[in-house]
C-alpha cells in the first residue's frame, strides 16, 4: 500500500494552503501596482506618424524677378570692421542690471541706408565672441550691419529664462543698430535660432517694426511640447524600448509651476509672431524640431496674419545649427549654400522684389511622430514628488539601521555567535534576497537611463544612433519580468509570516494569551528574536514596496502595447 508524502511543515501549513494564500497576496499587491502604472499613464496622440514633406525641388536658391537690374547684396564684396560696445540692460521683473557686450560689424565703404541684422542666442550662454561669427561677417561683406550680443541672462538659468526681458534686451540692440547713420532703420531684421526663436514671438509683439527675421530651426510650439517631442522622437531613434516613452509623458506633464518654474507653458504661437517677411531654414539631421508639423504651423501662422513672404528651405546634412556632423565639431561650415541663399533673399525682400523660386525647397523634411498635446497634472506632480522623497527617506533610514546592525556586530567581535538581528523562520534570508533583487533592477534602469541620455546627448550633437541599442531595449521587458517575480516573492514571505503568526496565536480572536508577550520578548518569535531585526524588516519591506511603486509611477508596471513612434 502506497502513501501519498505529506507537504505539509510539522505543525505548518500545507503546500495547497500556502499557495492559496500566497496567490490572493500577489493578486492584491500586483493590482495595486498595475493600478498606479494607470492611474498615472500620459496618453498623447500617437497619430500621423513617420510624415515626410518632398520639396518640389531640391535647389535651396532664393532668386526673385529684379527686371530693373536692382543692385542687390552679394557675399565678398566689402571689407568688415570690428568693434565692440557695451549696453546696460534691466530685467523689469527683478531691477536686476547687466552689461552686455555687442560685436558690431560694420562694411567698409558701403554708404548708407544700408541693412541690419540682430542676432537671438538659442540655448546656453553665448557671447558676442562665441557666436555666428562666420555668418554675421559673411553678411557684413554682402553690404549688411550686424549685431552680435552677450546672451541677456541675468541670474537665470536655462530652466528659467527671462523671455519678455530678454526680448527688451534684444530690442534694445535693435534701436541702437537703427540708430546708426550708415543704417536705415526700416531695414533692420532679426536672425533667431532654437530657443531664441521663443526669444523672437516676444519681440515682435512689442516691436512690430522689425522689418525680416531669419528662424533657424525654430523651435514653434510651447517649450513642453517641443522639448517632449525632441526627447521622445531621439529615444526612438536611439533604439529604446517603447516602454520607455512613459518616462517622457510623465516628465513632461509634470505641473512645474510648483517650483517656480512657468516657462514650460508660455503660448509663443501667435499671428503676430509670423507678421513680417519670414526665412526659416532646417537641417535634414536636426533631431530636435518638429520640422512636418513646424512647417504646416508657421505657414498657417503666416497666412493668418497676412503675411505672403515667407520661404523654407532644408539643407542636406545639416543638424540644429545648420552644419554637418557634430555640433561640437568648431569651425564646420554651414550646409549647403545657407549663406548665400540667406543674404540673396535679404537682399530681394528689402527691395520689395517679386520672388520666383519655389516657397518651400530642398531636402525632404521628415518628422517620426506627431507633437505631443501637454497639459500640466498637478495631482500625478504631488503624488509623484511625495513618493519620491518618501521612498528616499525609507531607504536612508533602512541603510541607518543596516549600519547599526553592522556597528553592533563589529563591536561584539566577528566570532560572537549572539545574533544582531535575530531573525527567524528565514525572514532574514528572503529579505535579503528581495532587497538584492528590487536593488539590481534599480540599478538596471539607471544604467539603462544613463544609455539612453548618453544616445540622445549624441544625436542631438549630430551623432549617429547605435548599431544595438543593448541594454536600451532589453532592459525594459528584464525588469518587468524581475519585478513581477519580486512582487510574487514578497507575496510569499507574506503568506509565511501569516503562517507563522497563526502557528504562534498571535491572529485568533482574542490572541492566545502570553502570545503578544512572547513575540515581543523574544522567546516566541514571529520575524525576529530582537527587536533590531523586527524594525529592519518592516523598514525595509517598506523601503521596498515604495520602490515598487516608484516603478509603477514610472510606467514599469503598465502591460499595454507600448507606443512606437
Not at 537690374?69 to 546696460?88: C, H, N
Not at 543596516?402 to 525572514?427: C, D, M, N, W, Y
Not at 548599431?467 to 521587458?477: A, R, V
Not at 512582487?487 to 507563522?500: D, F, H, M, Q
Request: with cysteine; aromatic share 10%.
Amino acid at each position: 500500500m502506497h502513501h501519498r508524502k505529506s507537504t505539509r511543515r510539522p505543525g505548518g501549513w500545507s503546500r495547497r494552503r500556502r499557495l492559496l494564500t500566497t496567490l490572493p497576496i500577489f493578486i492584491v499587491l500586483f493590482g495595486i501596482l498595475v493600478t498606479v502604472s494607470t492611474l498615472t499613464d500620459v496618453q498623447w496622440h500617437d497619430d500621423a506618424t513617420g510624415r515626410t514633406i518632398t520639396p518640389a525641388t531640391p535647389n535651396t536658391a532664393v532668386a526673385f524677378a529684379n527686371p530693373d537690374d536692382v543692385p542687390l547684396p552679394a557675399l565678398g564684396t566689402y571689407e568688415v570692421r570690428d568693434r565692440y560696445v557695451t549696453i546696460d540692460v534691466t530685467r523689469a521683473s527683478t531691477g536686476e542690471v547687466q552689461t552686455l557686450n555687442v560685436h558690431v560689424r560694420e562694411p567698409v565703404d558701403a554708404g548708407n541706408g544700408l541693412p541690419g541684422v540682430v542676432f537671438l542666442h538659442g540655448a546656453g550662454y553665448g557671447t558676442c565672441d562665441n557666436s555666428f561669427s562666420d555668418v554675421a561677417k559673411a553678411m557684413g561683406t554682402a553690404g549688411i550691419v550686424t549685431a552680435v550680443v552677450d546672451k541677456p541672462a541675468w541670474s537665470t538659468i536655462d530652466i528659467n529664462r527671462d523671455y519678455p526681458a530678454s526680448a527688451d534686451a534684444y530690442d534694445a540692440v535693435i534701436d541702437y543698430i537703427r540708430g546708426l547713420d550708415a543704417v536705415d532703420d526700416g531695414k533692420v531684421g532679426i536672425y533667431a535660432t532654437s530657443e531664441g526663436t521663443w526669444i523672437s514671438s516676444y519681440l515682435l509683439q512689442d516691436d512690430p517694426d522689425v522689418a525680416f527675421q531669419i528662424l533657424l530651426s525654430p523651435m514653434v510650439f510651447t517649450p513642453r511640447e517641443s522639448l517632449a517631442f525632441f526627447v521622445a522622437q531621439d529615444f526612438t531613434l536611439a533604439g529604446a524600448h517603447g516602454g520607455y516613452q512613459s518616462f517622457v509623458r510623465r516628465v513632461f506633464n509634470i505641473d512645474a509651476a510648483l517650483f517656480g518654474l512657468t516657462n514650460l507653458d508660455i503660448r509663443t504661437l501667435t499671428p503676430e509672431a509670423y507678421a513680417i517677411p519670414t526665412f526659416v531654414a532646417y537641417g535634414s539631421r536636426d533631431v530636435m524640431t518638429a520640422q512636418v508639423d513646424g512647417l504646416h504651423t508657421i505657414l498657417d501662422m503666416c497666412e493668418r496674419a497676412g503675411n505672403p513672404d515667407v520661404v523654407i528651405r532644408s539643407y542636406r546634412g545639416g543638424n540644429h545649427v545648420l552644419r554637418p556632423g557634430d555640433l561640437t565639431a568648431l569651425g564646420t561650415p554651414y550646409a549647403g549654400n545657407y549663406v548665400n541663399d540667406l543674404i540673396d533673399w535679404i537682399g530681394g525682400t528689402l527691395a520689395g522684389l517679386d520672388p520666383i523660386c519655389e516657397q518651400v525647397a530642398g531636402a525632404p523634411i521628415r518628422q517620426s511622430n506627431a507633437v505631443p498635446t501637454l497639459r500640466a497634472q498637478r495631482v500625478a506632480t504631488i503624488y509623484g514628488v511625495v513618493l519620491h522623497i518618501l521612498t528616499l527617506v525609507l531607504l536612508i533610514a533602512s541603510a541607518a539601521v543596516a549600519l547599526v546592525g553592522a556597528t553592533r556586530r563589529i563591536r561584539q567581535g566577528l566570532r560572537r555567535k549572539e545574533p544582531v538581528f535575530g531573525f527567524s523562520h528565514g525572514f532574514g534570508r528572503s529579505l535579503a534576497l528581495l532587497v538584492m533583487a528590487t536593488g539590481l533592477t534599480l540599478l538596471l534602469f539607471a544604467a539603462a537611463m544613463g544609455r539612453i541620455v548618453m544616445s540622445v546627448v549624441n544625436l542631438a550633437w549630430g551623432g549617429t544612433p547605435a548599431h544595438d541599442p543593448g541594454i536600451m531595449y532589453w532592459s525594459w521587458p528584464v525588469a518587468q519580468v524581475v519585478c513581477a517575480l519580486v512582487v510574487w516573492e514578497w507575496s510569499g514571505v507574506l503568506a509565511r509570516l501569516i503562517e507563522v503568526a497563526s502557528a504562534r496565536g498571535i491572529l485568533r480572536v482574542p490572541p492566545r494569551k502570553g502570545a503578544v508577550r512572547e513575540i515581543v520578548t523574544g522567546e516566541q518569535p514571529v520575524l525576529a528574536s530582537r527587536r533590531l531585526g523586527r524594525v529592519m524588516f518592516w523598514l525595509a519591506g517598506t523601503a521596498m514596496f515604495a520602490v515598487l511603486l516608484v516603478f509603477a509611477f514610472w510606467g514599469l508596471f503598465s502591460y499595454a502595447e507600448p507606443l512606437v513612434y
